[in-house]
Nanobody, 127 residues
Framework: QLQLVESGGGLVQTGGSLSLSCVVS????????TGWFRQAPWKEREFVAA????????NYGNSMKGRVTIFRDDAKNTVYLQMTSLNPEDTAVYYC????????????????????WGQGTQVTVRY
């Protein structure tokens, strides 16, 4: 079982930027693909981005495509989500997730395919 701890959330004005971090521990980090999801009040959990283990393939959800970048620092066991041009519709709890990546190319958009989750970090974008 992995432990995932997100940080970097906070309050930002429209048009601003934030960078979220997710530190992964508990088992060999490099065998796992990692992703970011978000959930706004009264809405379903939504895929934001994912990065595969060995291939480095990335995948982005439509809602934030062009405004987010996912990348990882294996030396720090950390995956990052860099977000720009934020707007109030981006207000949500952002979750980091991980899944064993046997193919090395896993970048699923489905939350049910990830079996390890962090506690989430709140991002609030004000007008």
């Amino acid at each position: 079982q992995l432990q995932l701890v997100e940080s970097g959330g906070g309050l930002v004005q429209t048009g601003g930027s934030l960078s979220l971090s997710c530190v992964v521990s508990g088992r060999p980090y490099s065998s796992y693909a990692t992703g970011w999801f978000r959930q706004a009040p009264w809405k379903e959990r939504e895929f934001v981005a994912a990065i595969a283990w060995s291939s480095g393939d990335t995948n982005y959800g439509n809602s934030m495509k062009g405004r987010v970048t996912i990348f990882r620092d294996d030396a720090k066991n950390t995956v990052y989500l860099q977000m720009t041009s934020l707007n109030p519709e981006d207000t949500a709890v952002y979750y980091c997730a991980a899944n064993l990546d046997t193919s090395g190319r896993f970048t699923s958009t489905n939350s049910y395919e990830y079996d390890n989750w962090g506690q989430g970090t709140q991002v609030t974008v004000r007008y």
